[in-house]
């Protein structure tokens, strides 16, 4: 129990000036297990406490309230109560699910590939960058993260990112005249546009 007392802090302190420690001055506000502390330290030594001692009233504050509330509510709306509260655990673990599922695929992908070829050659035909294969595969992962990118890290795709706008860039800068080239970069084009629009 927290009691005001008359005397002096018994808190010890490093005085700069004298180069020592010596006892607080302060007059005594406060004494809590066998001693005394002014108003300073007394917040620096018992605010935890302080802390602890309102976590545990709320915490009976609100089990009160569920007895009396909660308790007496039918058996659907507790249902519906428990569900709204857990919803966003729940919505955590099926992000966590999805995105530890689409990771490995896009590091997967990207262990395939040649960046040499990608950085460098500026040819016209997209499967001289990446073999049939590969580029489904690439197809496959633009819808994944066009589907899901509200819950992708920016961070952990942005080689995959970097790779397509390059691939991006090759198309801009070769010679396209040729129908046929143009026609194997439109399915890319068209995904890779859609997924930098959602992504901003």
Not at 58 to 86: A, C, G
Not at 120 to 137: C, G, M, V
Not at 154 to 164: E, G, L, R, T, W
Request: aromatic share 16%; net charge positive.
């Amino acid at each position: 129990m927290l009691l005001k007392m008359a005397r002096r802090c018994q808190c010890a302190i490093y005085d700069k000036e004298l180069g020592y420690t010596r006892n607080c001055r302060n007059s005594c506000k406060f004494e809590a297990k066998g001693k005394n502390y002014c108003y300073i330290h007394a917040v620096a030594a018992l605010s935890g406490r302080c802390v602890q001692i309102q976590s545990v009233y709320k915490s009976y504050r609100t089990r009160k309230k569920i007895d009396k509330l909660f308790v007496n509510l039918p058996r659907e709306l507790q249902q519906k109560v428990i569900h709204y509260m857990r919803e966003p655990m729940y919505l955590k673990r099926v992000y966590d699910k999805i995105t530890s599922y689409i990771y490995p695929k896009i590091t997967l992908f990207l262990e395939d590939l040649d960046f040499a070829v990608i950085i460098f050659s500026k040819t016209e035909s997209i499967y001289d960058y990446l073999s049939r294969p590969q580029l489904n595969y690439c197809y496959y992962l633009l819808r994944i993260l066009t589907k899901y990118y509200k819950i992708i890290n920016k961070k952990k795709i942005q080689d995959f990112i970097n790779v397509c706008n390059t691939l991006e860039i090759n198309y801009v800068i070769s010679t396209y005249d040729n129908s046929i080239y143009k026609t194997e970069w439109l399915e890319f084009l068209d995904l890779f546009k859609k997924f930098i629009q959602v992504l901003k």
